[in-house]
């Protein structure tokens, strides 16, 4: 079973965990309880297992929205952030929004207290409670075989849609958008009689080439569009059509259609299942002109003719942060990565780059030795391990993703290989397992923070094994056992890894047991595409050689960030800019990986800014792989009751200095301080 449930054994309570993921949730009871099985269909939205226990409250040590519904599934009240809520006698479900989505039915009366840490639910005396838990792994239904013909490839991506969970405004929340079905090159077209997209009467015309298909591919599956040939590319209904190739250049409206359309959704489904105070709606609704309670329960293709009827001039600034944009070369090669790239909802461009010579990107590096004087983490001197080098254009994106032969700079590498190896990951029991690498003495200063840093999470289970001047076949020994993830600290060049008894060469190996790992040596980027290939799922690499002293910058930083739930892009995009070498790090593989789950929803950043007698604080949100753009978010200020999309930067706040000390002590985040990095509980309100 992915879920499990499990009493707390001496500390009254249970303890949740989704073994495929490896999210914990704990629920604290006043007494010992002892779960027993309990019927998953008595919940009013699907969970994959569920429990019943009998207590007189429960108490979720984490702030959490709470959602109470009664039994037809109507919400009845909220309680987001600080907050309190009293109900009479009756049939309740109750939704936690917590790393595994929990639901708890109950009946009798209940009291909701929500504070800065905590959620409490009290009870009239010893009540029977169901708890019931979903796991946020999805997997593709079917593979879809097509040849590398255009017109098969679309007829292929014309099945994606039959993952939607549905095609109403609810579809923009990444637990109702199911895994499209993956895609393989074959002889002919096979497509599984099982996949039945949905009757939403939209199709898209497009020229059948790749340059065309590549880019609607994202779109297409988010409204259950069918793509047919076309010499104009256009969006066509039974009662209008709409053009995109226009001034603003094909891709270009492409984008704009998804964003609008997702964005509005967003707004839209506030009048469903979740009818919560938006940000986005507050901001919206003056200004489009639609009737969004009509909406709601209009078919599809009117849904969309309403809102493509908005300029996108008068939304565009409200449309959150785009969580990934994918710079995929037109070939045959790259069809394969489609489905995960749509999974992601990813805006998709076929490749604008610059060529960038190794001489270059190894600039600040040589610079920062001559002034210091310090050492490399190469054992020899030897040429760059990446010949054929590329920076994208820049978009605004959160991540950018490079699909193609060359090694990106600034962006993710990602290779189909990586995403199959995510979705073959089985259930583990026991600890979150981290080893750390140290195969040279001089490097100590990494192997202790990271044996200090890893695993300190004490709600969390770890199991953390620290390893030194290992030789090749313990090393080899380590990369084929099961682990969730590897910080190797030592040697890499053209030879592979360096042992105390030679070199171990990955691209030898025929399977790794690692899920995720961080080379933190010179040139590894080839024995990181090893792993990948091997059976791993993403790592950060170096495209060149590194200087000791900012190796130990990027790698202190990145150990902090991954330790508190941040994906592998995101704490690589913070932890560059902590040294002058941070442009020699990329991502290989499936950069939304995180090792450990967040606190909350979401990895938060706050960006500080003092003004006079008050703070201008933004919170920045970061999204895993067991998350995804759509979700929401409402931040713990004193009095606050918006939700907000959560995606890249929240709307700024302005705090006076006791209500920043409040909220810096909420949970220990990275922050931008007036400039300077720090974390939030490093912060002398004395120095402020």
């Keep these: 079973m992915t879920i499990s449930f499990v009493s707390r054994g001496n500390e009254p309570g249970i303890e949740i965990r989704d073994s495929v993921e490896r999210r914990t949730c704990t629920l604290h009871t006043s007494d010992a309880v002892h779960p027993t099985s309990a019927d998953t269909e008595l919940f009013h939205f699907p969970v994959d297992d569920a429990v019943t226990i009998s207590t007189d409250g429960l108490r979720l040590p984490t702030p959490a929205a709470v959602y109470v519904r009664d039994e037809c599934g109507e919400m009845l009240a909220s309680v987001e952030g600080i907050g309190y809520e009293e109900l009479s006698e009756g049939t309740y479900n109750l939704e936690l929004c917590t790393p595994i989505k929990l639901y708890v039915r109950v009946e009798g009366s209940l009291r909701v207290s929500g504070a800065f840490d905590s959620v409490a639910f009290d009870f009239d005396g010893e009540t029977t409670v169901r708890v019931g838990a979903r796991s946020s792994h999805r997997r593709p239904a079917e593979t879809v075989t097509t040849t590398a013909d255009p017109v098969d490839v679309m007829a292929a991506i014309s099945t994606f849609g039959s993952a939607l969970k549905t095609t109403s405004p609810e579809r923009s929340f990444p637990t109702l958008r199911g895994h499209p079905p993956t895609i393989e090159l074959g002889d002919r077209l096979e497509i599984p009689d099982e996949l039945s997209p949905p009757d939403a009467g939209i199709r898209i015309e497009i020229p059948p080439r790749y340059e065309s298909i590549f880019p609607v591919a994202p779109l297409a599956y988010y409204l259950g569009a069918e793509l047919a040939p076309g010499r104009n590319p256009r969006i066509v209904t039974d009662d209008f059509e709409h053009p995109l190739r226009t001034a603003r250049g094909f891709e270009n409206e492409v984008e704009r259609v998804l964003k609008q359309t997702f964005l509005l959704d967003c707004v839209t489904r506030t009048e469903g299942f979740y009818r919560i105070d938006l940000h986005e709606r507050q901001r919206v609704e003056p200004l489009a002109d639609l009737d969004f309670a009509a909406l709601y329960d209009a078919p599809v293709a009117e849904r969309l003719e309403a809102y493509l009827s908005v300029p996108y001039a008068v939304v565009e600034e409200f449309v959150p942060d785009w969580q990934l944009t994918t710079h995929v070369e037109p070939t045959s090669e790259s069809v394969e990565m489609l489905p995960f790239l749509v999974d992601d909802l990813a805006v998709v461009r076929t490749p604008r780059a610059t060529e960038v010579s190794s001489s270059v990107l190894q600039t600040p590096a040589v610079d920062e030795f001559v002034r210091g004087g310090d050492s490399t983490r190469s054992a020899v001197e030897a ?16 991540e950018q993703m490079w699909v193609g032969e060359d090694a990106p700079v600034g962006a993710s590498k990602a290779t189909a290989a990586a995403f199959r190896n995510r979705l073959e990951r089985t259930a583990t029991s026991g600890d979150i397992d981290i080893t750390v690498v140290c195969n040279d003495r001089q490097m100590d200063e990494e192997r202790t923070l990271a044996d200090e840093v ?32 590897l910080h190797y600290i030592g040697h890499i060049d053209e030879g592979g890894f360096e042992c105390v008894d030679g070199m171990l060469d990955a691209r030898e190996l025929d399977s790794v047991g690692i899920e995720a790992f961080f080379l933190n040596a010179c040139q590894s980027y080839e024995q990181g595409m090893a792993l990948i290939e091997a059976g791993a799922v993403g790592g950060v690499v170096t495209l060149n050689d590194v200087i000791n002293s900012g190796a130990v910058r990027v790698g202190r930083t990145m150990i902090r960030l991954l330790n508190r739930g941040f994906p592998l892009w995101a704490a690589l995009d913070i932890a560059r800019d902590r040294s002058i070498i941070g442009g020699q790090y990329i991502v290989v593989g499936d950069g939304c990986v995180n090792i450990v789950q967040t606190e909350s929803i979401v990895a938060l950043l706050y960006d500080i800014e003092t003004k006079e007698d008050v703070f201008e604080l933004t919170p920045i949100t970061y999204h895993s792989n067991d998350g995804g753009i759509g979700g929401f978010v409402t931040p713990q200020f004193s009095g606050q009751s918006t939700s907000y999309l959560a995606s890249g930067s929240l709307p700024t706040v302005t705090l006076t200095d006791g209500e920043l000390e409040e909220y810096l002590l909420l949970e220990n985040v990275p922050v931008h301080f007036d400039g300077r990095f720090t974390w939030s509980y490093e912060i002398d309100t004395d120095e402020r």
Excluded: I, M, W
């Design 383 to 398: 040429p760059a391990s990446v010949n054929s080098l590329v920076e994208p254009e820049a978009t605004d994106s959160l």
């Design 454 to 485: 890893y695993g300190s999470r004490e709600e969390l289970p770890f199991d953390v094994t620290v390893r030194n001047d290992l030789s090749t076949a313990e090393l080899r020994a380590v990369l084929e056992s099961e682990t969730q993830f």
